[in-house]
Nanobody
Framework: VQLQASGGGLVQPGGSLRLSCVGSRNILSTHALGWYRQAPGKQRDLVVDITSRGTTRYADSMKGRFTISRDNAKNTMYLQMNSLKPEDTAVYYC?????????WGQGTLVTVSS
C-alpha cells in the first residue's frame, strides 16, 4: 500500500487545517487507521486512531480540537485540526493497519506560528 499525505502548511495560532491521506488500496481492507505526529527532537506519538468499527482513540491534548474521518469511496482519511497551537507543530504521518501489515505515509509538515 502506498499512502500519500497532504494538507500541511503554515497556519497561525487558532487556525485550522485539514490533512488528507490517500491510499492505493481499498480503505475497507484496513482494520485501523491513524494519525501520528513527530515534533523536532521528539518521538512519534499518536494523535488519533480509529478502528474499522468506528472506535476512536484521541490523545488527550487533541480531544475536542482534532477529528478523524474517512471517505471510503475515495480511499482517503482526513484529520481536521482546529484551534491549532504552536505546540502542534510537527510532521504528521498517516498509518494504515491492513490485513498484510502496517503502512505509513511520507508525512506532511504542519507549522503553527504567528
Amino acid at each position: 500500500v502506498q499512502l500519500q499525505a497532504s494538507g500541511g502548511g503554515l497556519v497561525q495560532p487558532g487556525g485550522s487545517l485539514r490533512l488528507s491521506c490517500v491510499g492505493s488500496r481499498n480503505i475497507l481492507s484496513t482494520h485501523a487507521l491513524g494519525w501520528y505526529r513527530q515534533a523536532p527532537g521528539k518521538q512519534r506519538d499518536l494523535v488519533v486512531d480509529i478502528t474499522s468499527r468506528g472506535t476512536t482513540r484521541y490523545a488527550d491534548s487533541m480531544k475536542g480540537r482534532f477529528t478523524i474521518s474517512r471517505d471510503n469511496a475515495k480511499n482517503t482519511m482526513y484529520l481536521q485540526m482546529n484551534s491549532l497551537k504552536p505546540e502542534d507543530t510537527a510532521v504528521y504521518y498517516c498509518k494504515w493497519s491492513d490485513y498484510d501489515g502496517v503502512y505509513w505515509g511520507q508525512g506532511t509538515l504542519v507549522t503553527v506560528s504567528s
